[in-house]
């Protein structure tokens, strides 16, 4: 009787091992896929020159209501008395990750006046390129996380 309760307990034991093992190496191939992908969305191949000219037509354009570090206005998420919104961040503490390229292109291209926000339209002052290079600047401090989660969104926004 104890020698069959030894071999009871026994077989429970190697049962829960099996099944752990099992759940282990689920999770493990799950994982090791998320680190593959992490380590190749990690590059982002900005190139340093356009992160120097995406700063300085930041700095020149668009600093007065974003804030110098791409902070956003304080209180952002607050209507101002009007109704609108002041400037939120750009740099990674807002939402501007959940819109792809061409959104946030377009956004800065047409500015959100005509849709009664308060930013003004940028075409006619910067040129493709150069908006590109601010969006790289401020993509660049992105966190990598946020920025494959942005990745993710962009690529999705393409094959639509
Ligand atoms: C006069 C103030 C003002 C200036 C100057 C300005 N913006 Fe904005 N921007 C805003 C406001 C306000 C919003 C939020 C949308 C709204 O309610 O109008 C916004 C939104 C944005 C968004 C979308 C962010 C999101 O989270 O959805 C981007 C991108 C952006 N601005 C980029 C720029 C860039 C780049 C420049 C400079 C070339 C610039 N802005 C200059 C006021 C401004």
Redesign the pocket.
């Given at each position: 009787m104890i020698l069959q309760t030894a071999l009871f307990r026994y077989l429970i034991l190697v049962l829960v091992a099996l099944s752990l093992i099992s759940c282990s190496q689920d999770s493990s191939g799950s994982s090791e896929q998320t680190i593959i992908e992490k380590a190749t969305n990690q590059e982002r191949n900005f190139d340093a020159e356009h992160i120097k000219r995406g700063r300085q037509l930041?700095l020149k354009?668009?600093t007065?209501?974003?804030g110098i570090y791409a902070e956003g206005a304080t209180d952002w998420q607050q209507r101002n008395a009007d109704g609108?919104?002041?400037?939120?961040p750009?740099n990674g503490t807002?939402?501007?990750w959940h819109?792809p390229h061409k959104a946030?292109v377009d956004?800065?291209k047409h500015g959100?006046i005509r849709l009664g926000?308060?930013?003004?339209p940028?075409k006619d002052r910067?040129s493709d390129q150069e908006i590109n290079d601010?969006i790289i600047w401020f993509q660049s401090k992105w966190p990598d996380e946020l920025y494959q989660a942005w990745q993710r969104i962009d690529k999705k926004a393409q094959q639509r």
């Open positions: 930041y354009n668009c007065v209501c974003h609108t919104f002041p400037a939120p750009l807002g939402h501007a819109h946030l956004t800065i959100t926000g308060n930013m003004p940028w910067l601010i």
